[in-house]
């Protein structure tokens, strides 16, 4: 393989790569063949385990292989906290939102004509608009990563129709490898994904969903409130996650859980937007513990030392558990999951069901 120069004028391999700017001496399980498939020019589906180092697949071919990268990622947190981390390390990340003012649209429009940008994140909904389209066919583009590729599918449980339009990209830059990554999807839905992006010969990659250092716990659910006391208990000063079914009842558990001397916060998609982003950020920094949120939160929380994750509910899917219960122990240590389970979950979630398949 060829090898990539820093800002410093050092050429490194991948592997190179890695230690400078990230501080890793070797790749996680998947990771390095995935990028080499990037790195050679093909087109390329990643599945891969929450917690897994999917980013890692887009952010170091970004740098080896120059110019441009543009992600596609449905959530703006999720953007900033990439952008953040990537800065921090010293690589020259923006995002393109709604949120942007004109001096900070002219200043990313600066950074990719001047070629000084190597990511640039952008929402599936802003990628399609004729100005991003315009701005970037005049970039040296050199790669499209798709994050939670999951929802260009309407097999999947989180179908967004804007990701569907995103094959249109092809047309903008011709010649440009994709690659798309999701944390999980069943055989219909990476089919779908390759046709739904037009993905010429796409090397698949299936990794293991096995976490080693997640535990897991089903209990019906009789006293939740002692329960997850109890649970708490064992988890003093931990950060966690605990997943409740509609808005009311994250409130409700936040302030039970408040009242037994617990440091928690509820956080759902009814709050105002600086409202989330103070409970994002509030968790981030450890000044508060606990979370008790609808499925709105954690696709755009990066934080390494979730120690816990309780679902005061069950979950809508398989899938769905296997996502939320994944941004438990990301840093390699030791995660419990637990699961409340009763009769009336069982029920509610049929309807939830139905109601989404009519719709």
Not at 25 to 53: C, K, N, W
Not at 176 to 186: E, G, H, M, N
Request: proline fraction near 6%.
């Amino acid at each position: 393989m060829n090898t990539s120069q820093t800002p410093h004028g050092e050429h490194l391999s991948p592997t190179g790569l890695l230690e400078h700017y990230w501080g890793y001496p070797a790749f996680l399980p998947y990771q390095e063949a995935i990028i080499g498939s990037v790195i050679r020019g093909h087109d390329t589906l990643a599945i891969m385990a929450t917690g897994g180092g999917k980013s890692l697949c887009y952010q170091l071919p970004a740098l080896y292989l120059g110019g441009l990268t543009i992600v596609i990622s449905p959530l703006i947190a999720l953007m900033k906290d990439q952008v953040d981390a990537l800065n921090a390390r010293g690589i020259p990340a923006a995002a393109w939102t709604g949120q942007l003012d004109p001096d900070g649209r002219s200043r990313v429009g600066a950074g990719i004509r001047e070629g000084r940008l190597r990511l640039l994140f952008v929402s599936p909904e802003k990628c399609m608009q004729p100005g991003f389209l315009e701005t970037i066919a005049a970039a040296p583009v050199r790669l499209i990563a798709i994050d939670e590729a999951h929802c260009i599918s309407e097999w999947g449980h989180h179908f967004r129709p804007e990701y569907r339009e995103l094959a249109r990209i092809r047309k903008i830059v011709p010649g440009v490898p994709i690659i798309a990554l999701t944390a999980t999807a069943v055989p219909e839905v990476r089919r779908d994904i390759c046709q739904q992006l037009g993905l010429v010969r796409a090397r698949e990659f299936v990794g293991s969903f096995r976490r080693e250092n997640l535990s897991y716990r089903v209990i019906a659910k009789k006293n939740p409130g002692v329960q997850i006391a109890e649970f708490l208990c064992r988890h003093k000063n931990e950060a966690g996650i605990i997943y409740c079914m509609s808005r009311k009842e994250t409130g409700e558990i936040a302030a039970v859980l408040r009242k037994r001397g617990f440091s928690a916060l509820a956080y759902h998609a009814g709050l105002s937007g600086p409202a989330r982003e103070r409970v994002q950020d509030a968790f981030l920094n450890n000044t508060v513990r606990i979370i008790c949120a609808t499925v709105a939160f954690g696709m755009g929380i990066d934080k390494p030392d979730v120690r816990f994750v309780i679902h005061y509910d069950l979950p809508k899917s398989v899938e769905s558990y296997y996502q939320e219960t994944g941004r438990a122990g990301r840093d390699g240590k030791p995660g419990e999951c637990l699961l409340l389970y009763s009769g009336a979950d069982v029920t509610r979630v049929k309807l939830l069901l139905d109601h989404d398949r009519a719709s």
